[in-house]
């Protein structure tokens, strides 16, 4: 197996965890720059729609170095899809394969489901609830807490502030709660 | 950055609304044209990379973690906490400067209750769509294009949440 052959597998997370963990001192020691993401959706609010609100009324250009941070991880996303993709479907546990099937989905050709994330999807009641409001509650909840996990699980933990551990554990607790007890009502629709 | 704003000192009601609880706040002092930005665009790159090979942007992945299916995701998060909290710890221990001699600094954050009603439906949104705002880039450039409606949607979630801010539990 030759070197890209090796590249287009999927990464394990003993190579990938550590690359992650590396953005935080390479963000510092590049230009003193606190790893986060969600704030750039914040910046993004201030420079368009501002609106007089406070939250919103400060220099958003002395964090324009986010939106560039946010735009490469596109590009990335985009090289890895394109340039390094792996051939084989998404290896799943076997368990989700099986309840996964009771709603329906069954292609694991994408990273995510396009049985359910697709534009044809998007006006039935099931992909609105899934792309709409999913990502209104990301974008509320995230500012809410005051960072996602980048920002608190990461960068927080790393710099040991016991909030982002607080955070940390609620983002862990809604999750299990949504994915166990509620999402499986709103994939049956 | 902008090279029109010849202040070196930021001032102070600025930088209160900016950190109000933003993780991310630009603490260099100094001012560069607007094209060293771009070294935070490779950084961005290398990351979108890791993101998807690593496959932490699959909606798969994150339901085998809410489900305990799988360790995946909990290798990749504990271990990149690690990193982090070694690199953070010989940072602070030998006092290391940024490439441009700057003193790296780091801002305590302090406790408030969005931390914990925040969490909670920011996890909510992380079950569903799979994805946490780095991720919701990732997929976009991926091929996800239906995903750009969930970007918006979050952009919208954030700007609702600065409309009615006063008016939440903090």
């Known amino acids: 197996m030759n070197l890209i052959e090796l590249i287009k597998q999927p990464w394990p997370w003993y190579v990938a965890g550590p690359l992650v963990g590396l953005t935080v001192p390479v963000l510092l020691l590049i230009g003193n720059k606190t790893f986060g993401i969600s704030s750039s959706l914040r910046h993004v609010c201030a420079a368009c729609l501002p609106a007089n609100i406070p939250f919103f009324s400060y220099d958003w250009k002395k964090e324009i170095w986010n939106l560039f941070f946010v735009a490469g991880i596109l590009l990335g996303g985009m090289i890895a899809a394109f340039l390094l993709a792996n051939p084989n479907p998404v290896i799943v546990n076997p368990a989700l394969v099986a309840e996964l099937k009771g709603y329906g989905i069954t292609d694991y050709s994408g990273l995510v489901p396009v049985q359910i994330f697709n534009w044809a999807n998007l006006l039935t009641l099931k992909g609105f609830i899934m792309v709409v409001i999913g990502g209104f509650v990301v974008g509320f909840g995230t500012r809410y807490a005051g960072g996602c996990t980048s920002g608190h699980a990461i960068m927080g933990i790393s710099t040991l502030q016991w909030p982002s551990v607080i955070a940390t554990c609620c983002f862990m607790i809604g999750g299990i709660i949504m994915a166990n007890f509620i999402l499986p009502y709103i994939l049956s629709f | 950055m902008q090279n029109t704003e010849p202040k070196l000192v930021e001032t102070n009601t600025d930088f209160e609304v900016r950190s109000l609880d933003t993780i991310c706040v630009n603490e260099s002092h100094l001012t560069h044209k607007w094209y060293y930005n771009f070294k935070y665009t490779a950084v961005g790159i290398a990351f979108g990379i890791v993101f998807v090979k690593a496959e932490i942007i699959s909606w798969f992945r994150i339901q085998e ?7 995946h995701m909990y290798g990749v998060i504990g271990s990149a906490v690690l ?88």
């Open chain 2, 65 to 71: 973690m809410f489900r305990f299916q799988s360790f």
């Open chain 2, 83 to 170: 990193v982090g909290m070694i690199s953070v710890f010989l940072i602070k221990k030998f006092n290391i400067k940024t490439i441009y001699g700057e003193t790296i600094e780091f801002h305590p954050k302090t406790f408030n209750k969005g931390q914990v009603y925040g969490g909670l439906l920011f996890g909510f949104g992380w079950a569903i769509t799979g994805a946490c705002p780095g991720p919701l880039f990732a997929q976009i450039g991926s091929g996800g294009t239906v995903i750009a409606i969930s970007l918006l949607s979050a952009i919208a979630g954030t700007w609702v949440y600065g409309l009615v801010r006063e008016k939440l539990p903090h």
